[in-house]
């Protein structure tokens, strides 16, 4: 009967003690997002090249908008692929 | 008023030594000639590209930061678009981050190994470049800048 006496959860409980997501760029201070260091913009997009919603990154808005336009100009000078597949 | 931009262009890789610093030397030029002042000239030499344009999957990359009278750009990138040894170009209007962020990269400032490169900054523009030929490509002014 010991089993029963353990306290049970339906879901784990380290769920809900996620640690909150920031934004890198207002901690770290970056101002600007260089379009020209592909490598900086791929913790940005996924193995397949699309660029990453802020609900996983957890960028601010302001920061998110010039992720995206950073990583759609490297886009268009070739030195991020449109589509590829697995780029990670 | 000037306003700061930053233009990206890639060249076809078919181009000999000679007709590349021939066409940086042009291009650098007819910026001068829209009015504009040549900030920094970056040649990054032949690199590969993410996909291939026109069937070409490598290029000669040529950044140049200027700042020029705001009509320029348009008049610019009708010389790009008329000149079929360019694959692609971007231009870039920087705002006032963007200005600091270039000037402190030159200085080596930014980047892996910042610490390490802080003695020594004039390895760090002469390492984007490749062959020991395009060493000739820097300005004169700019190596006195950084020397």
Redo the contacts between chains.
Sequence with gaps: MSANKEIRFLTSPKLGRNVKKYCRFKRSGI??I???N?DFLMKFINDQGKILPRRLTGNSLKYQRRVAQAIK?A????????VADNLK | MLKSYECVLIFTPVLTKEEVEKVVGDYQELIKAQGGEIVHTDFWGIKQLAYPIRKKTTGFYLVIEYSAPAESTAKLEVYYKRDERILRFLTTQLDKFAVEYNERKRKGLIGKGVKHKHGQSGAVSSSLIDDDDFDSLIPDDLQNMEG
């Design positions: 101002r600007y260089d379009y020209k592909p100009r886009r268009h000078i070739a030195l991020l692929p449109y």
